[in-house]
């Protein structure tokens, strides 16, 4: 994984352990629990494993990523991502633009929209190739809203 932010951005990632891929498990926080990135920064993410990811008290199971920042997201799985709020996997708002592609999401689950992924605030979104299982939301899009 590469995260380049510009130097007012920021970002915080959970612990890492890898052996030959990045994987990252049991992570919780209140939103963003394996990865938050706010103000302009800029993610490419590949090869990499999200299990048991929990939002806490906001949204972004795993990933958060807001404020003008841009993410590439590639080969990689979402296992049991759970947020409070929305984006049970990924929660996306006022952002650039964000490219999913090569993915797999596999019961992720939100207390309010989108179970796998939630975008808000006008944010740009490609997804291609990607597989969505189980995935639910109490409110709307078990997938994507």
Do not use: W, Y
């Amino acid at each position: 994984m590469r995260a380049a932010p510009p130097a007012s951005s920021s970002v915080r990632l959970c612990r890492l352990s890898s052996s030959g891929e990045v994987r990252r498990s049991a992570c919780t926080a209140d939103e963003g629990a394996a990865i938050l990135s706010n103000d302009g920064a800029s993610l490419s993410i590949s090869a990499t494993s999200f299990t048991n990811c929990r939002a806490s008290a906001g949204s972004g199971g795993a990933i958060s990523v807001a404020t003008g920042s841009t993410m590439t997201l590639t080969t990689s799985v979402f296992d049991n991502c759970t947020a409070a709020g929305s984006g049970g996997a990924i929660s996306i708002a006022s952002t650039e633009s964000m490219t999913l592609s090569t993915l797999v999401f596999d019961k992720c689950s939100a207390e309010g929209n989108g179970g796998g992924v939630h975008t808000s605030d006008g944010s740009a979104l490609t997804v291609s190739t990607s597989a969505f299982n189980e995935c639910s939301s109490q409110m709307s899009g078990g997938a994507l809203p």
